[in-house]
């Protein structure tokens, strides 16, 4: 395999390979393009027009979605999958991946759409480094961007995979995009109501891409994700690179929900009045107590079919500390 396959051990080594360009027999060009990041070309009269950005590893301590990469990556190197699509491969946060930890003092994905500029320290750096080398992947005009943004979770789920879909005022969410996802084995998605500053939130709102955050189930160490099945994933991953999808994708009985409302922990005081080993989508009824925070705050469930995603007191303060979403239906998709 060429070397240049190897972008994980690279990575996890924290080595720059001797040769930054290969060809495969092909003449697939494979090109590092920093820590990290390979940016992998069709021959040009294979290309089909489609620009798809891979990224996983934005928290160091989700290794499924690396590994999923990886595998991806091999079989690119080894002439086995034969892209039309040009790919650009990021694992996100390479300094949490060697440590296995979430990060190491800010979280990356929290760091987009100008607030690494706020900011400082190598996570700051990091960012600011992922969106160049996105707003460069996507300057070529008129092709097809797509932004898939691979994690696992910190808790247990009621519905295991699923995707958060981006906002941006004026844009609307795109029922074939959610098809797409739907054979990808994606049983639900969460439609954003408001701009964000996570990683696909600034592919989605300022570079203009399709842009999904896939959680892909529990987050645990390399080498013990036997438990996430993610065939269906790595199959339609596949044929968006070689550019074979099958038509007639259909929704499925995909489950949507719209995201009513962000928790933000506004300081230390802030508690949150649930089990610690709740799962993501868990129902909560009106009127519950949720949360309290400083100066009397209380955020009280207001909506009915609530459910809590993503619950965590531990987050530093100003950031969301779960998300409230309800159900919604397919008839504002475009
Ligand atoms: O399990 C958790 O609490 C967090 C899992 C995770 O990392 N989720 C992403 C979602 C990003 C988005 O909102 O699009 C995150 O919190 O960064
Ligand atoms: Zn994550």
Redesign the pocket.
């Known amino acids: 395999m060429l070397a240049l396959g190897k972008l994980l051990e690279l990575t996890l080594a924290g080595r720059e390979p001797a040769e930054k360009t290969q060809l495969t027999v092909e003449g697939v060009r494979m090109r590092w393009m920093g820590e990290g990041a390979l940016e992998v070309r069709p021959p040009e009269a294979r290309d089909n027009g489609m620009d798809l950005l891979l990224s996983a590893g934005?928290?160091g301590n989700?290794t499924a979605p690396i590994e999923l990469l990886d595998e991806l990556l091999h079989g690119i190197a080894r002439g086995e999958i034969k892209p039309r699509a040009r790919i650009l491969f990021l694992f996100g946060n390479p300094e949490a991946i060697r440590k296995g930890e979430?990060y190491l003092d800010q979280?990356v994905?929290?760091l987009f759409n100008g607030r690494h500029e706020l900011s400082s320290g190598s996570e700051a750096l990091r960012a600011c480094e992922l969106e160049r080398l996105a707003t460069t992947f996507f300057s070529v005009p008129e092709r097809t961007r797509l932004h898939y943004?691979l994690?696992?979770?910190?808790?247990g789920s009621k519905i295991e995979q699923f995707a958060?879909y981006?906002y941006k005022e004026g844009r609307q969410h795109s029922r074939r995009e959610l098809e797409r996802l739907s054979a990808a084995g994606m049983e639900a998605v969460l439609l954003?109501s408001k701009p964000?500053i996570?990683?696909?939130?600034f592919t989605y709102e300022t570079l203009d891409a399709e842009a999904f955050?896939l959680?892909l189930g529990k987050?645990r160490p390399f080498g013990q994700n036997e438990q996430i099945k993610l065939d269906k994933l790595e199959m339609r991953l596949r044929q968006i690179i070689e550019g074979n999808e099958p038509e007639g994708d259909q929704l499925d009985g995909m489950q949507l929900f719209s995201v009513a409302r962000e928790i933000i922990k506004h300081s230390d005081s802030f508690h949150l009045h649930l089990p610690a080993d709740i799962e993501?989508f868990s129902e909560l009824s009106k009127g519950y107590l949720l949360a309290e925070d400083l100066a009397q705050t209380r955020w009280i469930v207001e909506e009915e079919g609530a459910r809590i995603?993503?619950?965590?007191p531990k987050v530093k303060n100003g950031l969301?500390a779960g998300?409230l979403i309800v159900p919604t239906t397919a008839e504002q998709l475009g």
């Open positions: 934005i928290h989700e979430r979280d994905n929290r943004d994690h696992t979770a910190i808790r958060l981006p954003q964000s996570t990683f696909t939130a955050t959680e987050a993501n995603i993503f619950p965590n969301r998300i």
